[in-house]
Nanobody, 121 residues
Framework: QVQLVESGGGLVQPGGSLRLSCAAS????????MAWYRQAPGQQRELVAR???????NYADSVKDRFTISRDNAKNTVFLQMNSLKPEDTAVYYC???????????????WGLGTQVTVSS
């Protein structure tokens, strides 16, 4: 059974940095896609950054040039380095992993339970 466990959240002042980690267990081979999503109170969950098994990335416009997603395929771990944090980055951050099962792109999707990031002075 696949499990995703996030860590690294916390309270940080504006302009500070945090590094989130997500360790996936229950699967020997790497996931096709891994990503970070976030959800602020009263808002929908949104994509923050995504990375393929080959290392291709894309980011939400709001975090470009501040956040960096990376992964260690051998350890099935994904990271999110967050710099120059702003109060509007405050949210619960969720780890996501997917295994593509056919050529149409259907996938098995997995989610972590989330880690709170609070940016406040």
């Amino acid at each position: 059974q696949v499990q995703l466990v996030e860590s690294g959240g916390g309270l940080v002042q504006p302009g500070g940095s945090l590094r989130l980690s997500c360790a996936a267990s229950g699967r020997r081979s790497s996931f096709d896609r891994m990503a970070w999503y976030r959800q602020a109170p009263g808002q929908q969950r949104e994509l923050v950054a995504r990375i393929t098994s080959g290392g291709s990335t894309n980011y939400a416009d709001s975090v470009k040039d501040r956040f960096t997603i990376s992964r260690d395929n051998a350890k099935n771990t994904v990271f999110l380095q967050m710099n120059s944090l702003k109060p509007e980055d405050t949210a619960v951050y969720y780890c996501y992993a997917a295994v593509v099962i056919n050529v149409e792109g259907a996938s098995y999707d997995y989610w972590g339970l989330g880690t709170q990031v609070t940016v406040s002075s």
